[in-house]
């Protein structure tokens, strides 16, 4: 009885699973249904009972990167209102997400200008839930006197966390080793992050 009931959730998490694999070597234009269902091991008219589109089944893929590190943020018992330890945790969180799906990431800023407008709104729906902890975040500490009132939260997040991926990009690509760690760089932009939005100096 048991096995009936979580099957669905199953069959699901594994399409799930097989379609972050495909996606990450084959791309978004390459990727076809029939190829996911073969590696998830179900037929494609399962497939299509779980996610009538490819688009559908990228934003769950999408979704289920951000999941843990967005829930990591919502169960958090609080946040301790220090900008600097704060913005660390997340910035571990993030580079965290980064990193393990780092193939995948890679494949959808490398098609990023062949992306039709559809996916790309799939992509920018998935990540949002994440980046709007740490907008409210910084929105809260403006109302607190902590962030500065001039800052615009929003593109202050895109700019940190662009900073994070570029940070993951190049650790991986550099030709020689990089003279600095991954702990390092993090800490580095928290700093360099934290002393720009800071209402008081540091």
């Known amino acids: 009885m048991n096995r009936t009931i979580r099957s669905p ?12 694999q495909v996606f990450a070597q084959e791309g978004i234009q390459g990727a076809t249904t029939r190829e996911i269902a ?27 990167v951000f999941e843990l590190q967005t829930e990591a943020l919502v169960h958090r018992e609080q946040w301790t209102q220090d900008l ?7 910035a571990h969180l993030y580079n965290s997400m980064l990193e393990a799906h780092e193939d995948l990431i890679r ?19 998935a990540a949002q839930p994440m980046k709007e902890k740490l907008v ?4 809260s500490g403006q109302t607190r ?18 900073m994070l991926l570029a940070g993951m990009l190049r650790r991986n690509v550099a ?19 934290v002393r720009g939005i800071s209402a008081t100096s540091i």
């Open 9 to 20: 959730a199953l069959t699901r998490a594994k399409l799930i699973e097989a379609a972050t």
């Open 38 to 64: 073969r590696v998830a091991g179900v037929n494609e008219v399962t497939l299509f009972r779980h996610f009538t589109t490819k688009e559908q089944l990228l934003k769950a893929v999408i979704e289920n």
């Open 84 to 90: 600097h330890t704060d913005l660390k945790h997340y």
């Open 107 to 125: 494949t959808l800023i490398g098609e990023a200008n062949r992306h039709p407008e559809a996916v790309r709104r799939v992509m920018q729906e």
């Open 136 to 139: 409210a975040y910084l929105r």
């Open 145 to 162: 006197g902590t962030v500065r009132v001039d800052l615009d939260p929003v593109s202050a997040v895109d700019m940190f966390t662009g």
């Open 175 to 193: 030709l020689k080793p990089l003279n600095y760690s991954r702990e390092d760089y993090i800490e580095n932009s928290v700093d360099i992050f």
